[in-house]
């Protein structure tokens, strides 16, 4: 719970971030990043696939 210290409010550092955040929202980080990636691939190969047949 946080308390008042000279005038000021002081929190421990897991009441300052409102909890832990699990593994998990690595995971979540590295797919979400790799899908993005892949889906730019994809778009980038397909212009330059195009590009030679017209």
Excluded: D
């Amino acid at each position: 719970m946080a308390k008042v210290e000279n005038q000021r409010i002081v929190e421990t550092a897991t009441e300052a971030r409102a909890g832990e955040t699990g593994g998990h929202m690595r995971v979540v980080l590295f797919v979400g990043t790799f899908l993005v990636a892949a889906i730019f691939a994809g778009i980038f190969a397909y212009y330059v696939g195009s590009y030679g047949a017209n």
